[in-house]
């Protein structure tokens, strides 16, 4: 396993491509459908969210800040 956080920077041109093709059909979505929708339907978006309407949705975050943690859907 090989993580150093400044490789892409190596190649910028590249991961900025790689980046790209991974975040596009993500963003897609959630400007064609919406954001409660994609709460919804897609999980690998809904971890994404911290906080929503107010409330923390996700558990680490709770936990974290002792806060009281809410299931988003």
Known sequence: H?????IPGAVPRTSTYALNN???PYALELANKGYEKIM???SPLLTGFNVFKGKVVHRAVAEALALEYEEAV
């Open 2 to 6: 090989y993580a150093v956080p400044n």
């Open 22 to 24: 991974v975040t596009l």
């Open 40 to 42: 919804a339907e897609n």
